[in-house]
């Protein structure tokens, strides 16, 4: 490994003159540890890397220099402090691990860490694992960062960037295409931030769950199946239940792309094209200020958790909130018509055939806002939980549908008006994230 200034040594040497007992001054050396380490393309060697994040990571920033850099192995990271990996630019510095032999397939594994940062690079055609996973992270940044497969393949990485089970999180500023599951995903964590970043050719472009304050805005998702996923997954043990979402000033485009998750490998495979926003199992989620442009199905779908596993007992474990409450969506922009109505990619995924007969019953108009009739027991009686709160423009279009009975194949629409859904919306609550500029390239 080449290292290009004196400041990059693993040591320094600084000279202090102290007094001394003699006549002459005498010089002590004193070692002083420098924090920067930097690579370059031509003289990287992984194997050193690797000793360096294993012998004495914390405080340190690793920095790499234009370039693509091939990993044989996961870069693991465990039980460390304040650490950045830095590259030089998201479209400069690559993270190759095409030939990875990882028996995770993972790009990078950081777990049991705090403050942690990643700027600067992207992660490209991990085998089959997520790019880069952090779990049970206190302090976590992604500024800059590109997790990408090079095509659309259900054998790639089900996620982009994957933090979970940790707490005060930004992701930002970055790009994700091709994960099999969701490019940026947040799972069990406590206050979160999602912003400014560009998702496509994903199954769902980013998905929230089980998260206790997030806010998702400035984003950019276009040409996924669909946009965002928000809900609640039975079965977590961090939060089981979570809340306070707020979605905004957000552009979903064209999100009517073919599934192409394996059928069977979870909810993700399930999920027809077309769509903006899909919830369910959510409480205390607002959606407002954004922009719904050509997503074919709907600009957001709102269905009961029985829709998304048919097996789930409500009385298995009462500390999970399964309905759909205190949803309010408010303010946004609609329009659609110049997209591709995915037809083959609906009838091709379970739920598809549930959502294109819906829409054939409404003389196959295609709604912007459609929502299942609340959530249901097993056996099929309606609670009487809370519905949405809606206010938008007159002409938004809404279906509203009983699925209770679509395993007998019967279909009923309840409503197509907004005054179905008047009252007063729950809106989001703000919560503490130090919220300072990261330390990265612009």
Request: with cysteine; glycine share 10%.
């Amino acid at each position: 490994m080449k290292i290009t200034r004196l400041l990059q040594l693993f040591f320094i040497l600084s000279i202090i003159f102290v007094p001394s007992c003699g006549d002459n001054d005498e010089e002590i050396i004193v070692l002083e540890e420098v924090t920067l380490i930097s690579f370059e393309e031509a003289t990287f060697s992984e194997d050193e890397f690797i000793i360096y994040l294993t012998e004495d990571p914390i405080g340190k920033t690793f920095s790499f220099g234009p370039g693509t850099y091939s990993f044989a192995n996961t870069i693991p990271l465990a039980d460390i402090d304040n650490l950045t990996i830095k590259g030089a630019g998201i479209n400069e510095t690559y993270f190759d691990f095409s030939n990875s032999t990882s028996t995770t397939g993972e790009g990078i594994a950081a777990v049991d860490c705090s403050n942690l940062l990643f700027c600067g690079f992207t992660v490209q055609n991990t085998n089959g694992g997520n790019g880069i996973t952090a779990r049970n992270i206190t302090g976590l940044r992604f500024d800059g960062v590109g997790v990408v497969w090079s095509e659309r393949s259900s054998d790639n990485g089900a996620y982009g960037i994957y933090p979970v089970e940790s707490d005060d999180i930004i992701v930002e500023n970055c790009y994700t295409q091709a994960a099999v599951d969701a490019g940026i995903y947040s799972g069990q964590n406590q206050r979160v931030i999602m912003r400014n970043n560009v998702m496509t050719l994903n199954v769902f472009g980013m998905e929230a769950e089980n998260n206790i304050d997030v806010e998702i805005y400035g984003n950019e998702f276009t040409r996924n199946t669909t946009g965002l996923l928000t809900y609640d997954l039975f079965g977590v043990s961090r939060i089981k239940s979570g809340s306070n979402c707020k979605v905004y000033n957000n552009t979903f485009t064209d999100n009517n792309e073919s599934n192409f998750a394996e059928l069977g490998s979870g909810l993700a495979a399930d999920v027809p094209p077309g769509f903006g926003i899909l919830y369910s199992a959510t409480t205390a989620l607002e959606i407002t200020g954004n922009t719904f442009v050509d997503n074919e199905c709907g600009a957001v779908l709102g269905v009961a958790y029985f829709l998304v596993d048919f097996n789930f007992d409500p009385n298995e474990d009462s500390s999970f909130t399964f309905l759909n409450e205190d949803i309010y969506i408010h303010d946004n922009s609609y329009s659609s018509g110049g997209g591709t109505y995915n037809v083959a990619g609906i009838l091709d995924r379970p739920a598809g055939p549930l959502v294109w007969y819906t829409i054939a019953l409404n003389g196959n108009v295609r709604p912007d806002i459609f929502l299942d009739d609340q959530d249901y027991t097993a056996g099929g009686a309606p609670y009487a939980g809370s519905r949405a709160v809606i206010e938008e423009s007159s002409d938004v279009v809404l279906i509203e549908a009983n699925f209770v009975q679509a395993g007998d194949g019967i279909i009923t629409i309840t409503s197509t008006s907004l005054d179905d859904f008047t009252g007063t919306g729950t809106t989001h609550t703000n919560f503490d994230l130090v919220d300072t500029p990261s330390d990265c390239v612009e």
